[in-house]
Nanobody, 128 residues
Framework: QLVESGGGSVQAGGSLTLSCAAS????????MGWFRQAPGKEREGIAS????????WYADSVKGRFTISQDSAKNTVYLQMDSLKPEDTAMYYC????????????????????????WGQGTQVTVS
């Protein structure tokens, strides 16, 4: 239902754009988020977007470097990652849930991984 792509290996300072494609508009919920999980660490929420009218939230660890966006016509959410650091190395997952705009902006902070019930299979990002 949700399929991530765009991961790969990149040198520090480089950029990657991840995509999260919903199989149909029914699976593009009004709140979409990106999480990442490094080996031996808990899954960390890093960004969310309210797909109806915008509104985005970022974790401090990626603020100013990552940008979440959407293309509703393609049922796709993107994560543009710039100025990548080795500590950004992780498996990146997208999640989906229906929230109000205010709840979407606080869902990851309030609920962590429980904020989303639909998940993709992940895409690996390695920064060296």
């Amino acid at each position: 239902q949700l399929v991530e792509s765009g991961g790969g290996s990149v040198q520090a300072g480089g950029s990657l754009t991840l995509s999260c494609a919903a199989s149909s508009s029914a699976y593009l919920s009004n709140c979409m988020g990106w999480f990442r999980q490094a080996p031996g660490k808990e899954r960390e929420g890093i960004a969310s977007i309210y797909t109806i009218g915008g509104g985005a939230w970022y974790a401090d660890s990626v603020k100013g470097r990552f940008t979440i966006s959407q293309d509703s016509a393609k049922n796709t959410v993107y994560l543009q990652m710039d100025s990548l650091k080795p500590e950004d190395t992780a498996m990146y997952y997208c999640g989906a849930e229906d929230y109000s705009v205010s709840a979407c902006m606080t869902a990851i902070q309030d609920l962590g991984v429980a904020a989303f019930t639909s998940w993709g299979q992940g895409t690996q990002v390695t920064v060296s």
